[in-house]
């Protein structure tokens, strides 16, 4: 019997190992490239220092219990000014009646980012109604996250909206 010998266009073991090597690495690659961009894009976390926070927990307990007892009601409506967007914030007691005399701090977000926050300044109007101009925004869903303040009272409160521009 004569020895085989390798032709060119014969398939070898090498061959099958540097195909299988080449195509594992390159679905090893791609899926690295994804989840570091998908990292850098959105680190996962909403607020900044989440862990602190969850040890804050009990404290959180403690000034929701202070808020409720408050009993203070905050009705929030986005609404359109030109192609600008205006936020109303409408406060009320226990009873019904206006809040006045408060100072409001707020942020609208959008829920999957962070590049479109922006911190919303309000007017007082009377009557418990507060006015904000939040400027041109896009289409789409919107959390309002508030604060407001009158002497050593604090009032937290968060509202989603969606928003559909003026035609």
């Not at 020895?3 to 690495?25: C, D, E, S, Y």
Request: a positive charge; hydrophobic letters at 45%.
């Amino acid at each position: 019997m004569k020895p085989k010998i390798a032709t060119r266009n014969q398939l070898t073991g090498g061959h099958v190992l540097a195909g299988m090597l080449f195509f594992f690495g390159a679905i090893i690659a791609v899926n690295v490239a994804f989840s570091v961009a998908a990292v850098r894009t959105f680190p996962g976390e909403d607020e900044r220092r989440s862990y602190l926070q969850g040890l804050r927990y009990n404290e959180k307990l403690d000034e929701r219990a202070a808020q409720a007892a408050l009993g203070w009601r905050a009705g929030v409506t986005m609404t359109p000014s030109d192609a600008n967007a205006q936020l109303s914030v409408h406060f009320a007691d226990r009873a019904g009646r206006p809040i006045d005399g408060l100072t409001i701090a707020g942020t609208l977000k959008r829920p999957a980012t962070t590049r479109d926050d922006r911190v919303i300044a309000f007017t007082a109007l009377g009557d418990g109604v507060y006015r904000a101009d939040a400027g041109v925004i896009a289409a789409g869903a919107w959390t309002f996250q508030g604060i407001a303040t009158r002497g050593s009272e604090r009032f937290e409160f968060e509202r989603r909206m969606t928003w559909t521009p003026p035609r």
